[in-house]
C-alpha cells in the first residue's frame, strides 16, 4: 500500500498531483494484467479462478529467481519477466488439466472451492521454496533513472509501466480479432456448446485460455517486482481487488477491466494527494479502500453488470431443481434430542482443552448455519460471510474496550454489528446474482477487513483489541461453554423455524426460480436482503461468543480463510439439509485442529483435502450420496 | 445407408424424450422429420450430433457407431448441425462467424470458402463485417446455414429452418435448400410446415410423442391422409 506523503513542502499542487496521478497510473499496470486474465478464463470456463493471485504471486516470485540465476543485466532482467509469464501460464495449465478438467461440470461453487485448495496449496509450497521473509524485487536496468517533470522526478519504469497496460491491451485485441484462436475463444464466450457443434475441440481451447489468463497474472506479478517485493500475502492481497476490478469492468469485458483498473488507481491518487485531510480523525488515506468501494457502489447502481459488461437475463432457475427441504423425521429428532443430551453432560466429562475446542466447534456450527441459511434457503452465494462474523465480534469487542460495558450488553452489540454490517453490504450484493453476487460479498468483506486493519485509532489495527473476557459468573471454561450452547442452540432453533415460516417459503421460491417467484408477487430481492440481513445477524452472534472465548479480536476474523473455511464447512455437510452445516462444522473444526497440530504446513494439506473433496464429490458428498443410493430410481 | 439410427431413447433429467427413434437418410437424399410442436424433432437431431447423448440405441454415420461420442469428434467427421434457436455469435462479424465454422476441407464433399457461400447467400456479402447481433431473423437464419457449411460437411441437420421467418423469405430458404441438395449434400430437416417440406424433401419421417409413427416418401405422405390428420395437423 502506498505510505502518506507530504505535500506542504512547498511542491506546486498541481504538479504535485500530477506526479501522484502517474505513480497511480503505473500502478493499475499490474492490476489490469491479473484483472484481464481472470475475466478471460471466466468468460470461457465460467470458473471464477480464486487462485488467480497465486499466479500473481508466482509470477513474482519466479521472476525473482530468474533474474536471480541469470545475473541481472538488462537480458536478464527482462528474460527472467518473460520466463515467469510463461511458468505462470504453464502451472495455470497443470492446474486446469489435473484439476479443473474434472469438474467443469460441477456446481460453480464447487469449482470455487478448488480453486481455493490450489490457494492454500501454493502458499505453502511458497513458503517452502521462498522463505517467510519478503525478497526486495529487483530495479529494472535501464530504467533505473527518473524523469523530471517540474520539481517532481517521475521513474523511467513507471512511464514504463503507464505505457505496459495499453500496449497489452492492444496485443490482446489483435490476438482475439485477428487470430483464429482468439475468436473461437470470443465465440466460447458466448456458447460453448455450439462451437463443439461446429466441430472444435475444446479442451484445447479452455487450456489456452487458462495459459493465457495465468500468464497475464503472472506477467502482472513479474513486472511490479521493481515497484516492490515478492512476499506470501500477495496472493490474497490482489484478489479483492481484483474481484472490484472485474466486476467493477463488467466479467468478460477486457476493456472494461482497463477502464476500471484506472478508475481505481485514480481514487488512490485523489485520497494520496489528500493525505493530509482527515474525516472524522480518520486521515484519508486510510480510507482509500473505503473510497474505492464507495465508488464500486455507484457503478454498480447504475450500471448493475459493471462498465462495459453485459445486462443479465433473469434466468428461470439456476442449475439443478433442489429438493424440497423437509422437517426432520421422528428418529432424526431422537437423535439430535441424544447430541444435546450428550452437549450438556460434555463438562462433566471432558477437560479443560477439549471443553474449548467443543465450545468453539458449538461457535462455529452456529456461523456455518448462517451461512447455510443465506445459501441453502435463500440461494445467495456469499464468499465474505466472515464479515459479519467480524462485525459482530468487533461490535462487541469495541463496547467493551470503549464504553466499558459488561459482557451480557456486549453481546447484544455483536448481532447489531453483524446485522447492521449484512443490511448496507447486502443491498449493494442483492442487486447482482451468482457469481457476480459471490464476487461483490468477497469485495466487501476485504473492505470490512481494511478498515479493521487501517482505522487502528479505533480497532487497534494489525493488533486488534484484547482484554475482551467474559462476566465473572461466566469465566470459568465449563460456565462459557454453557452460555455458548443455550445461545447457541436457541439461535440454530430460530433459525430452523424461520426456514420453515411463509418468509423462508418465499425465499426457497425465489431461490428455485427468481422469474416465476417474481410472477406471483414475491419481491425476491427484497426477501434476499432480508436473509443477507439475519444471516449477518446470526454470523454477528457468532462472532461475538467467539470475541469472548478468545479474549481478543483481529482483522483475521473477517479474512477470506475464515470466510471460506465456513463455505467448506456447509459444502462438507451437504447444502440440502439443516443439520449439513451443523455436521460440516464439527468435521471440519476437527479436521483442521488435527493438521494444525500435525504439521506447520498444514495449508498444503488443507487444501489438497478440499482439491480431493471436490473432485471426488463433484455434487458434494450428500449429491454424492443422493446419487450412490437413489439412482436406481431416476434410471427406470 | 448414409446415416442409420436405430432404437435411441433420450431423457432430460426423469422426462423421457424419445423412446426407440429410428431413421435412415441416403446419401444425395433430403428427408423432413415432422412432428408438432414437442414431439421430440429437436431432441432427435441433437442426439444425433451429440448435444442430447442418447441413453440407449445407435447412430451410424457412414458406417461409423457416433453414438455418445462427444459433439465436436462427430461435427469432424461430416456432419453439420444447424440450431434451432439459431445460436448466433452476436457478438462476431459475419465473416468472424463464418471463421468458428471452419474446418479442413473433405475429399468428396463441396469445399465451402465465404466468397463461395456469398454467391449463395447475397445478403450476407453485403454485412461481411456486421455483427451478428445487428441481423435481422432472416439474415441470422442464412448466417446459421453458412457458418455450418464452412465445416464442408457431407450431411447437414436443420432443426426448423423455416420458423419464424416472413413467408418471402421461407421460400427463398426453399430455394437455398435445394442448391444444397444439387451440390450433392445430404439433409435432415425438422419440421412442423409441411408446406415447407413438400418444396424440399424426397422422404418423411414423422414423430409424435417421441415415437416415429410414419416413414416413407414425400408422395407417400401425401396420399395418406390418416397420418397427416393424426400426427400434424394441430
Redesign the interface.
Known amino acids: 500500500m502506498t505510505a502518506a506523503p507530504t505535500a506542504d513542502n512547498g511542491t506546486p499542487p498541481l504538479e504535485f498531483f500530477l506526479s501522484q496521478l502517474l505513480t497511480g497510473l503505473a500502478s493499475a499496470s499490474a492490476l489490469f494484467l491479473v484483472a484481464c486474465g481472470l475475466t478471460i478464463i471466466f468468460g470461457v470456463t465460467r470458473i471464477v479462478n480464486f487462485a488467480h493471485g497465486s499466479f500473481y504471486m508466482l509470477g513474482a516470485y519466479i521472476a525473482y529467481s530468474a533474474i536471480t540465476a541469470l545475473g541481472g543485466g538488462f537480458f536478464g532482467f527482462w528474460g527472467g519477466v518473460i520466463l515467469a509469464a510463461l511458468a505462470a501460464g504453464l502451472i495455470g495449465v497443470a492446474m486446469e488439466m489435473t484439476i479443473l478438467r474434472r469438474i467443469y461440470h460441477a456446481p460453480e461453487l464447487f469449482q470455487l472451492l478448488a480453486t481455493f485448495g490450489v490457494v492454500l496449496i501454493v502458499q505453502d509450497v511458497a513458503l517452502y521454496l521462498w522463505g517467510p521473509e519478503d525478497l526486495l524485487g529487483p530495479r529494472a536496468p535501464g530504467l533505473t533513472g527518473a524523469v523530471a517533470m517540474g520539481s517532481q522526478r517521475i521513474p523511467e519504469y513507471d512511464i514504463f509501466l503507464i505505457l505496459f497496460a495499453p500496449l497489452v491491451l492492444g496485443v490482446l485485441w489483435l490476438l482475439f480479432h485477428r487470430t483464429r484462436f482468439g475468436i473461437l475463444v470470443r465465440a466460447a464466450t458466448q456458447d460453448r456448446q455450439m462451437v463443439a457443434a461446429l466441430g472444435v475441440n475444446q479442451k484445447w481451447l479452455l487450456t489456452g485460455v487458462f495459459f493465457l489468463g495465468a500468464a497475464l497474472a503472472g506477467l502482472g506479478g513479474a513486472i511490479q517486482l521493481p515497484k516492490g517485493n515478492a512476499g506470501l500475502t500477495m496472493d490474497l492481497g490482489i484478489i479483492a481487488e481484483v474481484f472490484v476490478v472485474t466486476v467493477v469492468g463488467g466479467m468478460g469485458s477486457i476493456l472494461g477491466a482497463y477502464l476500471a483498473a484506472l478508475l481505481i488507481a485514480l481514487i488512490r491518487v485523489f485520497a494520496v494527494a489528500n493525505a493530509g485531510s482527515s474525516l472524522l480523525g480518520i486521515q484519508l488515506w486510510q480510507v482509500e479502500l473505503v473510497l474505492i468501494f464507495a465508488v464500486m457502489a455507484v457503478v454498480l447502481v447504475v450500471r448493475p453488470w459493471g462498465l462495459l459488461g453485459k445486462r443479465e437475463t433473469l434466468t428461470g432457475h439456476h442449475g439443478a431443481v433442489e429438493p424440497p427441504l423437509l422437517a426432520a423425521p421422528a428418529a432424526l429428532k431422537w437423535f439430535a434430542l441424544a447430541v444435546l443430551a450428550l452437549l450438556v453432560a460434555l463438562p462433566g466429562m471432558a477437560g479443560t482443552y477439549s471443553l474449548v475446542i467443543a465450545t468453539e466447534i458449538l461457535i462455529f456450527a452456529l456461523f456455518a448455519a448462517s451461512l447455510h441459511f443465506l445459501m441453502g434457503v435463500g440461494g445467495v452465494i456469499s464468499f465474505g460471510h466472515a464479515a459479519y462474523f467480524g462485525l459482530g465480534a468487533y461490535g462487541a469487542a469495541l463496547m467493551v474496550k470503549h464504553f466499558a460495558w459488561p459482557m451480557e450488553a456486549a453481546l447484544f452489540a455483536a448481532p447489531l454489528g453483524g446485522a447492521l454490517g449484512a443490511l448496507i453490504f447486502g443491498w449493494f450484493c442483492v442487486r447482482l446474482s451468482g457469481v457476480y453476487l459471490a464476487m461483490l460479498t468477497l469485495a466487501f468483506a476485504q473492505i470490512a477487513w481494511a478498515v479493521a486493519f487501517q482505522w487502528i485509532d479505533v480497532t487497534g489495527g494489525d493488533n486488534g483489541i484484547l482484554g475482551i473476557w467474559p462476566s465473572s459468573w461466566a469465566a470459568t471454561t465449563p460456565a462459557f461453554y454453557g452460555l455458548v450452547l443455550v445461545v447457541v442452540i436457541v439461535m440454530l432453533l430460530a433459525i430452523r423455524r424461520i426456514a420453515f415460516s411463509p418468509f423462508g417459503y418465499a425465499l426457497r421460491a425465489g431461490r428455485d426460480s427468481p422469474l416465476r417467484a417474481d410472477a406471483i408477487g414475491i419481491d425476491v430481492r427484497r426477501m434476499r436482503w432480508f436473509a443477507f440481513t439475519l444471516a449477518g445477524l446470526f454470523a454477528g452472534v457468532a462472532g461475538g461468543l467467539f470475541a469472548f472465548l478468545k479474549g481478543s479480536v483481529s482483522p483475521d476474523l473477517m479474512g477470506i480463510p475464515l470466510s471460506v473455511d465456513a463455505l467448506v464447512m456447509v459444502l462438507l455437510g451437504g447444502v440440502q439439509t439443516l443439520a449439513g452445516p451443523l455436521v460440516g462444522a464439527v468435521t471440519f473444526t476437527a479436521l483442521k485442529t488435527e493438521l494444525v497440530s500435525l504439521t506447520n504446513y498444514w495449508r498444503l494439506l488443507l487444501g489438497l483435502v478440499i482439491v480431493g473433496l471436490v473432485i471426488a464429490f463433484p455434487q458434494g458428498i450428500a449429491g454424492f450420496v443422493r446419487d450412490r443410493f437413489m439412482a436406481k430410481e431416476t434410471r427406470a | 445407408m448414409m446415416l442409420v439410427v436405430e432404437g435411441i431413447s433420450a431423457y432430460y433429467g ?1 422426462a423421457h424424450i424419445l423412446a426407440d427413434v429410428g431413421l435412415s437418410v441416403a446419401r444425395g437424399e433430403v428427408l423432413a422429420l415432422l412432428g408438432r410442436n414437442g414431439a421430440g424433432k429437436s431432441t432427435t437431431l441433437k442426439s444425433i ?3 442430447v447423448p442418447p441413453a440407449a440405441g445407435s447412430v451410424r454415420f457412414e458406417e461409423r457407431e457416433i453414438a455418445s461420442r ?4 462427430i ?2 467427421l461430416g456432419l453439420g ?1 444447424v ?1 434451432e434457436e439459431r ?1 448466433i ?4 462479424t459475419v465473416l ?2 463464418l ?5 479442413k476441407p473433405r475429399p468428396g464433399v463441396p469445399e465451402w470458402t465465404p466468397e463461395r457461400l456469398f454467391a449463395i447467400f447475397p445478403n450476407l456479402a453485403e454485412m461481411r463485417n456486421r455483427p451478428g447481433g445487428q441481423m435481422s431473423g432472416g439474415e441470422q437464419q442464412m448466417l446459421t446455414i453458412a ?2 457449411l464452412m ?1 464442408n460437411p457431407s450431411l447437414v441437420l436443420l432443426d426448423e429452418p423455416s420458423e419464424g421467418l416472413a413467408p418471402k423469405i421461407v421460400e427463398q430458404m426453399a430455394e437455398t435448400l435445394k442448391a444444397l441438395k444439387q451440390e450433392g449434400l445430404t439433409l435432415i430437416l425438422s419440421e412442423q410446415n409441411l408446406h415447407f417440406a413438400r418444396l424440399v424433401a424426397d422422404r418423411a419421417t414423422i414423430i409424435e410423442k417421441g415415437r416415429i409413427r410414419f416413414t416413407g416418401t414425400m408422395a407417400e405422405l401425401m396420399a395418406d391422409d390418416d397420418a397427416r390428420t393424426a400426427y400434424l395437423t394441430v
Open positions: 426423469r450430433i451429440g448435444l462427444p459433439s465436436y469428434e461435427a469432424r448441425y440450431p445460436r455469435f452476436s457478438e462476431l468472424e462467424n471463421e468458428v465454422g471452419r474446418q457458418r455450418t465445416g
